[in-house]
């Protein structure tokens, strides 16, 4: 199983941005996949779900009406909408997905917010 996350970069604050996580060796539609995010030297952060099959999403607090999780079933790949971005989300973005037995995590990928 591998994930491998795209789409980081540098925005100035206000923009946008859009990530992708895509999947081999796992069917993204059957799993819940997160998005977290994490800051050196500080706790990873969960930001937003999906579920498997219903699609059900959840966001965090911090995150909620300006990011969009969505999943893309024909691609097997999970997006990060990322919308009025703020230097406050600054962070290395991961994706997740839950099986019944393990999580599997992407590489990684940096968003730098400028303010």
């Given at each position: 199983v591998q994930l491998v996350e795209?789409?980081?970069?540098?925005?100035q604050a206000g923009g946008s941005l859009r990530l992708s996580c895509r999947a081999s060796g796992l069917t993204f539609s059957k799993v819940e996949v997160r998005w977290y995010r994490q800051v050196?030297?500080?706790?990873?952060?969960?930001?937003?779900?999906?579920?498997?099959?219903?699609?059900?999403?959840d966001y965090s607090g911090s995150v909620k009406g300006r990011f969009i999780i969505s999943r893309d079933d024909a691609r097997n790949t999970v997006f990060l909408q990322m919308d009025s971005l703020k230097a406050e989300?600054?962070?290395?973005y991961y994706c997740s997905a839950r099986t019944l037995t393990i999580d599997y995590w992407g590489q990684g990928t940096q968003v730098t917010v400028s303010s």
């Open positions: 795209s789409g980081g970069g540098l925005v050196l030297g500080k706790g990873r952060e969960e930001v937003a779900l999906i579920s498997g099959y219903g699609g059900a999403t989300d600054t962070a290395v």
